[in-house]
């Protein structure tokens, strides 16, 4: 029997992307998924294509609190109570330092952070409750060291991972288990604007089979594939200065960016 089997587990960010893999693979496992998304038209076509099955959708933005918990406790009333949230929606694009738009930076930050938190919100006090339940974040590699041209982007990730490092500390005496996931490259809409090569790019069912794995393990923290995690660990263990450096002779002009990993 799969790990995943009559559980009920709210999926943020599904409509597209990671988020509709996984509610397919999830369904397919015996899972019911309550999926959130903020675009109607790709749900309702989601919920077509799983017609029969124990899926129920509402349409929430996630930087919107009192509609995200709306949303998810009236899914909660159809399905039954949440044994695992995966806080996948996000957003990313480069932002620059010339012009430095603050604007741009905090959409970015609501989506990616604020947007994780409040949809621990809506699941966390029943599960603490309940004694029982499992956290997960979609961050991110880029949230390992801050990288030229997509300093919003790496931030709001490393900011998940810091929220979830503090929430796996308090949350063991509730037995509630909190995971972070960091995906590199994924071939999705994100990585469609990238014109050069990306080491390592995955397509979105193997990552998805990669992140449903960790799931499943309840792994704590989960960084993948290996090759571009110990690139990234090796350029943390350099004097900064030499980081620094590194990374922005990398940049070719500010047409270029870098690429937008996947969220």
């Not at 063991?172 to 995906?183: A, D, E, F, K, Y």
Request: overall charge positive.
């Amino acid at each position: 029997m799969s790990a995943f089997a009559n559980e009920v587990i709210l999926v943020t960010g599904v409509a597209n992307g990671l988020g509709r893999v996984m509610a397919r693979k999830l369904i397919a496992q015996g899972a019911a998924v309550a999926g959130v998304d903020r675009q109607a038209e790709p749900l309702e076509s989601l919920a077509a294509e799983l017609k029969g099955t124990r899926f129920a959708w509402a349409v929430a933005d996630v930087t919107d609190r009192p509609a995200l918990l709306a949303a998810a406790h009236h899914l909660e009333s159809q399905l039954g109570p949440y044994d695992r949230l995966i806080a996948n929606a996000g957003v990313g694009r480069p932002t620059y330092a010339d012009p430095f738009i603050s604007a741009d930076f905090e959409e970015i930050i609501r989506v990616n952070l604020i947007g994780v938190a409040n949809s621990v919100e809506a699941v966390l006090p029943g599960m603490i409750q309940r004694k029982k339940g499992h956290l997960v974040a979609i961050s991110s590699m880029a949230s390992l060291r801050g990288v030229p041209l997509m300093s919003a982007y790496c931030a709001s990730k490393a900011g998940v991972n810091s929220l979830f490092d503090s929430l796996a500390a308090e949350l063991r005496r509730h037995n509630v288990r909190v995971s972070t996931i960091c995906p590199s490259w994924i071939r999705t809409a994100l990585t469609e604007q990238v014109k050069f090569k990306m080491p390592g790019l995955m397509e979105p069912e193997a990552a998805v089979d990669r992140i449903l794995n960790a799931v499943r393990l309840q792994k704590r923290f989960h960084a993948f594939p290996m090759r571009t995690t110990l690139m990234m660990r090796l350029i943390n263990m350099l004097p900064i200065t030499w980081a620094d450096r590194l990374l922005g002779s990398m940049i070719k002009s500010k047409k270029q960016p870098s690429p937008v990993a996947n969220v």
